[in-house]
């Protein structure tokens, strides 16, 4: 096994913080920013995502709201990343909901986001996965175009997929760091391919004013205004991951500038990604009629195959977008198991002292990523109710981590944004603008994506966030009412005598041995 990592100072601030850091620090700033690429995975999620903006505007929703949501994703991840360089735990935004709260507040404010930061990193989970499996039977119909794969099929290939990304965290976590390394390259490598293959193969090219000012929401039922921010989703979808690294933190040397760093870069190339991808598709782009007509609901394979002219030719380049789906998934559960032992560290889930147990074999919270996957795969099997899961799975992470990214943000801007005022990080004067700008797109968010992409809806096409939204929030609700209100203070390490330091200044990267002794007595051994 290769020896664990450590960083004295990082694991100081994390005992500060009260807790007793249990997780190798084996991760640089470079494998972060993989994964952080690799869960927002701009090739694949722009792909298994395109029914959405055909139906809604077509080739100005596309490359136009791509532009305007990834300026938005970096003024979220800047805002974030201000608040991780105080606070950087794997506890994440539900930690710094606490720590930036008055103490009243500090337990309820913890739970809340706690919660929607756990249902956000399960659904975008779900959503990777299960639209990776769709990919994966969609394949089959390049050759036999009558092919539509039932629920079944759909089910046990999500189930597949679920399963090999939860057995590479269980034993390849050492391999981690390379994996997401390896990711970059291949995402790189994999646009520059495609780009190249489908403008020399298209017998057939769109011109530059289709690419960047044809609009079309017909399709869609909506008015067309409402129609373009609906389509939005794709986008906003897409590039929701990089808040999702701030549970690695526990695993990073020098967290408090490694991980910032890679949340806003990560939204940057990403954003430059996600043009050079989607300018060659929309040049080449077929019939649209054609790719909405497709039974299985991913026309990425079909688009391939009608360009290349082959079927091999658009299997091809699908396998390429299915390397990604592997590092987008495999990333993902990463993410989301580190999230679910954190919150299950502070006692924030029924059955908490399993969930948040540290293998200490395998180095990795093994019961956590056990629930994590458990939990994905219960989520699919809405798609025996509604043929549109896919998108209620989108549209609820897509919800659950805008908000859960919002409120720590809103609540350093109700107290006057004192307590980042000392981060590594800083925004300077710029910050109050920035984090006004983003909750603004945050509200109106949580509106839209509740929303079905087309009218009329039928019971089969109905958008179930909010059906999958509630039903979570009722278990959050009823499980805080149980238990959680009589014993759950918020994360652990949160002292009446921490907010006060806080409202002075924050806590910093730099901690006295007095203090760390101090937090060495919180800490819970397990």
Known sequence: MAPRATDATADAQLAKMGYKSELPRNLSMMSILGLSFAIMAVPFGLSTTMYITLTDGQAVTVIWGWIIVSLISLSIAASLGEICAVYPTAGGVYYWSAMLSTKEYAPVASWITGWLTLVGNWTVTTSINFSGGQLILSAISLWKEDFVPNEWQTILMFWCVMTVCALVNAFGSRYLDIINKICIYWTGASVIIIMITILTMADHKNSAEFVFTHFDASASGWAPGWAFFLGLLQAAYTLTGYGMVASMCEEVQNPEREVPRAMVLSVAAAGITGVLYLIPILFVLPDIKMLLGVANGQPIGLLFKTVTGSSAGGFGLLFLILGILFFAGVGALTASSRC???????????????????????????????????????????????????????????????????????????????????????????????????????????????????????????????????????????????????????????????????????????????????????????
Not at 455 to 467: F, H, K, R, W
Request: with cysteine.
């Open 340 to 526: 679910t032992y954190a919150f299950a560290r502070d006692g924030a889930i029924p059955g908490s002292r399993l969930w948040s147990k540290v293998n200490r074999r395998l180095d990795v919270p093994l019961w956590g990523l056990v629930l994590s996957t458990s939990v994905c795969c219960l989520l699919g099997l809405i798609y025996f109710g509604s043929t549109a899961a896919f998108n209620s799975f989108t549209s609820v992470a897509t919800i659950c981590l805008s908000a859960s990214y919002g409120l720590p943000i809103l609540v350093s801007l109700l107290r006057g944004r004192k307590l980042v005022k000392n981060s590594p990080f800083s925004l300077g004067v710029y910050g109050k603008a920035i984090n006004i700008f983003t909750l603004c797109w945050i509200s109106l968010a949580i509106v839209l994506f509740c929303m079905p992409i087309a009218i009329p809806v039928t019971p089969q096409g109905m958008n179930y966030a909010s059906v999958v939204f509630a039903g979570f929030m009722a278990i959050s609700a009823g499980w805080y009412f149980i238990r959680g209100r009589k014993s759950f203070v918020g994360p652990k390490g949160i002292r009446e005598e921490d907010i006060i330091h806080a409202q002075d200044g924050g806590l910093t990267p730099e901690t006295s041995e007095n203090e760390m002794g101090k937090g060495e007595k919180r800490l819970e051994v397990i």
